[in-house]
């Protein structure tokens, strides 16, 4: 009988024995685990780019704030201009940027009441990306001298146009670089009319919108590449003048919308084609000035 009994020991033995049986498959399991996420975690800072690295995106080149306030209003300042009498100081004020330096965009704006330079804020990026342009102040307007508030007589068209000439040949005096594109809307395209046939060695294009036409516009100035844009829905300028521009100047690319109203825009608004379809208003003004570049 007592031989066979186990002792004491042997039944601690054989309880321990039955423990490790039991939690060896759990070790081996978790010793494999940690061995595996080792082997990962090594492998993953091998191969891996650091966590602030973002993936190369392509996208098209957006300006941010920092350089637009670069790109889009680099300089602004006065030229000052002559004056028939010595009672009258002439300064016509301009903001230029830009981030090419040709062609050169001379923007005029509407000579009327409360236009300036800035009626063109929303175009100074598009053409900031093709060139350098000068947004002036016509005199009696805006920022310059005479302004609204200081002036002693009205400078008719004419006479705004050889302001603008004075201001072209003060900033450009060479008279056969021909980089310059003149951009105007409605009444304004006639003092840019008006520029162009005395400046004809130094224009490069005319850039309208939604212009005014008058007899004899086209005078000297048929041969100058047109850049023409129009909303057909434009009630203050109507589209159909439009034809008078293809018929008497030779060389017009246009860039015309059906349909420009939205449900809850003031109709006034197909007046301003440019402020609402910019990107494709920037497609192809870029295309065009591709292919002025390419004649040259």
């Given at each position: 009988?007592?031989?066979?009994?186990?002792?004491?020991?042997?039944?601690?033995?054989?309880?321990?024995?039955?423990?490790?049986?039991?939690?060896?498959?759990?070790?081996?399991?978790?010793?494999?685990?940690?061995?595996?996420?080792?082997?990962?975690?090594?492998?993953?800072?091998?191969?891996?780019?650091?966590?602030?690295?973002?993936?190369?995106?392509?996208?098209?080149?957006?300006?941010?704030?920092?350089?637009?306030?670069?790109?889009?209003?680099?300089?602004?300042?006065?030229?000052?201009?002559?004056?028939?009498?010595?009672?009258?100081?002439?300064?016509?004020?301009?903001?230029?940027?830009?981030?090419?330096?040709?062609?050169?965009?001379?923007?005029?704006?509407?000579?009327?009441?409360?236009?300036?330079?800035?009626?063109?804020?929303?175009?100074?990026?598009?053409?900031?990306?093709?060139?350098?342009?000068?947004?002036?102040?016509?005199?009696?307007?805006?920022?310059?001298?005479p302004n609204?508030?200081?002036?002693?007589?009205?400078?008719?068209?004419?006479?705004?146009?050889?302001?603008?000439?004075?201001?072209?040949?003060?900033?450009?005096?060479?008279?056969?670089?021909?980089?310059?594109?003149l951009v105007?809307?409605?009444?304004?395209?006639?003092?840019?009319?008006?520029?162009?046939?005395?400046?004809?060695?130094?224009?490069?294009?005319?850039?309208?919108?939604?212009?005014?036409?008058?007899?004899?516009?086209?005078?000297?100035?048929?041969?100058?590449?047109?850049?023409?844009?129009?909303?057909?829905?434009?009630?203050?300028?109507?589209?159909?003048?439009?034809?008078?521009?293809?018929?008497?100047?030779?060389?017009?690319?246009?860039?015309?919308?059906?349909?420009?109203?939205?449900?809850?825009?003031?109709?006034s608004e197909?007046?301003?084609?440019?402020?609402?379809?910019?990107?494709?208003?920037?497609?192809?003004?870029?295309?065009?000035?591709?292919?002025?570049?390419?004649?040259?």
């Open positions: 009988f007592f031989s066979t009994m186990p002792s004491p020991f042997a039944k601690t033995l054989q309880t321990k024995n039955t423990l490790l049986e039991r939690i060896a498959p759990a070790i081996v399991v978790a010793v494999v685990l940690i061995l595996c996420g080792v082997l990962y975690s090594t492998q993953w800072t091998t191969t891996q780019p650091a966590t602030n690295t973002m993936p190369s995106v392509t996208k098209r080149p957006i300006i941010s704030y920092d350089e637009r306030t670069a790109v889009l209003i680099t300089k602004q300042g006065k030229v000052k201009l002559s004056s028939p009498s010595p009672y009258e100081e002439n300064s016509m004020f301009y903001r230029t940027g830009g981030i090419k330096e040709e062609p050169i965009f001379i923007l005029i704006h509407s000579p009327t009441r409360g236009s300036s330079s800035k009626d063109w804020n929303h175009l100074y990026e598009i053409i900031a990306h093709q060139g350098t342009y000068y947004a002036i102040d016509l005199i009696n307007y805006g920022d310059s001298e609204p508030q200081t002036q002693k007589r009205i400078h008719l068209h004419d006479e705004q146009a050889n302001h603008v000439i004075e201001f072209i040949q003060t900033l450009f005096p060479n008279p056969n670089n021909k980089n310059i594109i105007a809307k409605d009444e304004a395209s006639t003092i840019a009319c008006s520029v162009a046939s005395r400046l004809t060695s130094q224009i490069k294009g005319l850039f309208f919108i939604a212009p005014e036409y008058f007899n004899d516009m086209s005078d000297n100035i048929e041969t100058i590449p047109m850049f023409l844009m129009w909303a057909k829905e434009d009630k203050i300028v109507p589209f159909s003048k439009a034809s008078s521009f293809e018929k008497n100047f030779i060389d017009v690319t246009t860039f015309y919308i059906e349909s420009i109203l939205e449900e809850g825009v003031a109709v197909a007046h301003n084609p440019e402020t609402l379809r910019g990107e494709q208003l920037a497609f192809n003004l870029e295309e065009w000035i591709n292919i002025l570049q390419y004649r040259d």
